[in-house]
């Protein structure tokens, strides 16, 4: 009997039969041929151009093996590129994806013999980072392309080259303080000595006498008269003392908004997401408000508004907007990042909440402000951060 025809209804059983995937350890990688039985690969392998190929792959087994494990790593993380590039993801979910289509390389002809045996692979490598659970093997993609290198090295200058600038203006106006606290106190020496020696100096023209008269006034009198002279002097020297205090001090404060008000200007953004600060999310139809009011960790900041937040309770992680997450207020004593505002990057210790103002009072930690205190700074201006990273 002939084979049957390409419109026959067997031909066409068989080939809806062999559309979908089979089983693994009937596909012969050398033919890419798929079985669909055992005795069917039996017959195969007896196959005279089954035979031809073996031949072919007897002659340089390894150098065969290591195109096919090479073809598959590529394929495998050409995926996991294109399809779970930022997240964190089950290895077995990426796998049974990638396996869909049945002409991809299969393991079998590959050197790793299990799927567990890749994964660690990889790890190894640093392709990907292997995280093992009870709930199976967890791998990450690290995105190691180019562009995208020079982009993030790009940020990172443009980062420390904002920092430094900072750092600049605020050692410019520290020494602008100095000066004028300096220029304040000689101002002070100054009038003192110009009014001592304006009154010691007596002007005596040429030939002219100089006249005492004696009036007969008690010990007593006199001892009145001069004790309310010298305090009056002193009087007003302590006046204009407090008179030169205010002044000095009403600059140092106007420096000190100007300096405040500059920095402000500077570090206000309309991002302020950042690693490492724990959030709780306020969207209610993500997942149908299974995780509204949960609280996570900003693991990874997407293009500056997306944050990649690992709940704390359940250790999903998900990719949530900024708009759709709010700062979070630790316990008075807890270390807080100020997110946002003149202070923008620095780490704090919260001192205080002023609840009817919605502010809290902070004093900053390390860096360039480290001990100056900010009596009011708003809610969403700060937020915990988490211990792990502390």
Same mark, same amino acid.
Request: one cysteine or more.
């Given at each position: ?9 067997? =031909? ?14 009937? $596909? ?43 073809? *598959? ?24 994806? @990638? ?41 990450? @993609? ?55 020696? =304006? ?18 006034? %008690?010990?007593?009198?006199? +001892?009145?008269? =001069?004790?309310?002279? *010298?305090?009056?002097?002193? !009087? ?11 002044? %000095?001090? %009403? ?19 309309? @991002?302020?997401?950042?690693? +490492? ?14 995780? @509204? ?11 500056? $508004? ?26 008075? +004593? ?12 620095? !780490? ?11 502010? =809290? ?17 708003? $809610? ?6 988490? %211990?792990?990273?502390?």
């Amino acid at each position: 009997m002939g084979k049957n025809e390409f419109l026959t209804p067997k =031909a066409i059983a068989n080939r809806i039969k062999a559309k979908g995937l089979q089983k693994l350890r009937w $596909y012969c990688q050398m033919c890419q041929k798929q079985c669909r039985d055992e005795n069917g690969f039996k017959c195969h392998c007896m196959s005279e151009s089954h035979q031809r190929q073996m031949e072919v792959f007897g002659q340089n087994p390894n150098r065969i093996v290591e195109g096919y494990s090479e073809e *598959f790593e590529t394929s495998f993380l050409e995926h996991m590129k294109r399809s779970h590039r930022f997240s964190r993801v089950a290895a077995t979910v990426v796998y049974n994806e @990638y396996i869909h289509d049945r002409h991809h390389v299969h393991m079998n002809s590959t050197q790793w013999a299990t799927l567990t045996e890749f994964i660690k692979y990889l790890g190894r490598t640093g392709k990907c980072k292997v995280e093992e659970t009870p709930k199976g093997w967890f791998i990450t @993609y690290i995105d190691r392309d180019s562009e995208t290198l020079f982009k993030e090295k790009q940020k990172n200058k443009r980062i420390k080259a904002d920092i430094a600038e900072e750092e600049k203006q605020e050692k410019e106006i520290l020494k602008q303080i100095e000066r004028a606290e300096q220029m304040m106190s000689c101002g002070n020496v100054v009038n003192v000595s110009s009014s001592s020696d =304006a009154n010691r100096e007596v002007n005596l023209e040429a030939g002219a006498k100089v006249g005492f008269t004696l009036s007969k006034q %008690s010990a007593k009198e006199k +001892g009145e008269g =001069a004790r309310v002279i *010298f305090d009056e002097s002193e !009087n007003v020297r302590v006046n204009k003392r407090k008179k030169d205090e205010k002044s %000095s001090r %009403s600059a140092l404060e106007e420096l000190m908004k100007e300096e405040e008000k500059a920095k402000e200007r500077s570090n206000r953004k309309d @991002y302020w997401l950042c690693e +490492g600060i724990v959030v709780k999310v306020m969207n209610k139809k993500l997942a149908d408000g299974k995780y @509204y009011k949960q609280k996570g960790v900003v693991r990874k900041v997407i293009d500056r $508004y997306i944050g990649e937040i690992g709940i704390l309770d359940s250790k999903d992680v998900l990719k949530v907007d900024q708009e759709e997450l709010e700062t979070v207020i630790p316990q008075i +004593g807890g270390l807080v990042r100020v997110v946002n505002g003149a202070y923008r990057g620095s !780490n704090a210790r919260l001192l205080g909440i002023n609840t009817d103002e919605f502010c =809290a009072k902070v004093q900053i930690e390390k860096g360039v402000y480290d001990g100056r205190v900010i009596p009011a700074i708003a $809610y969403e201006d700060i937020c915990k951060v988490h %211990s792990k990273v502390s």
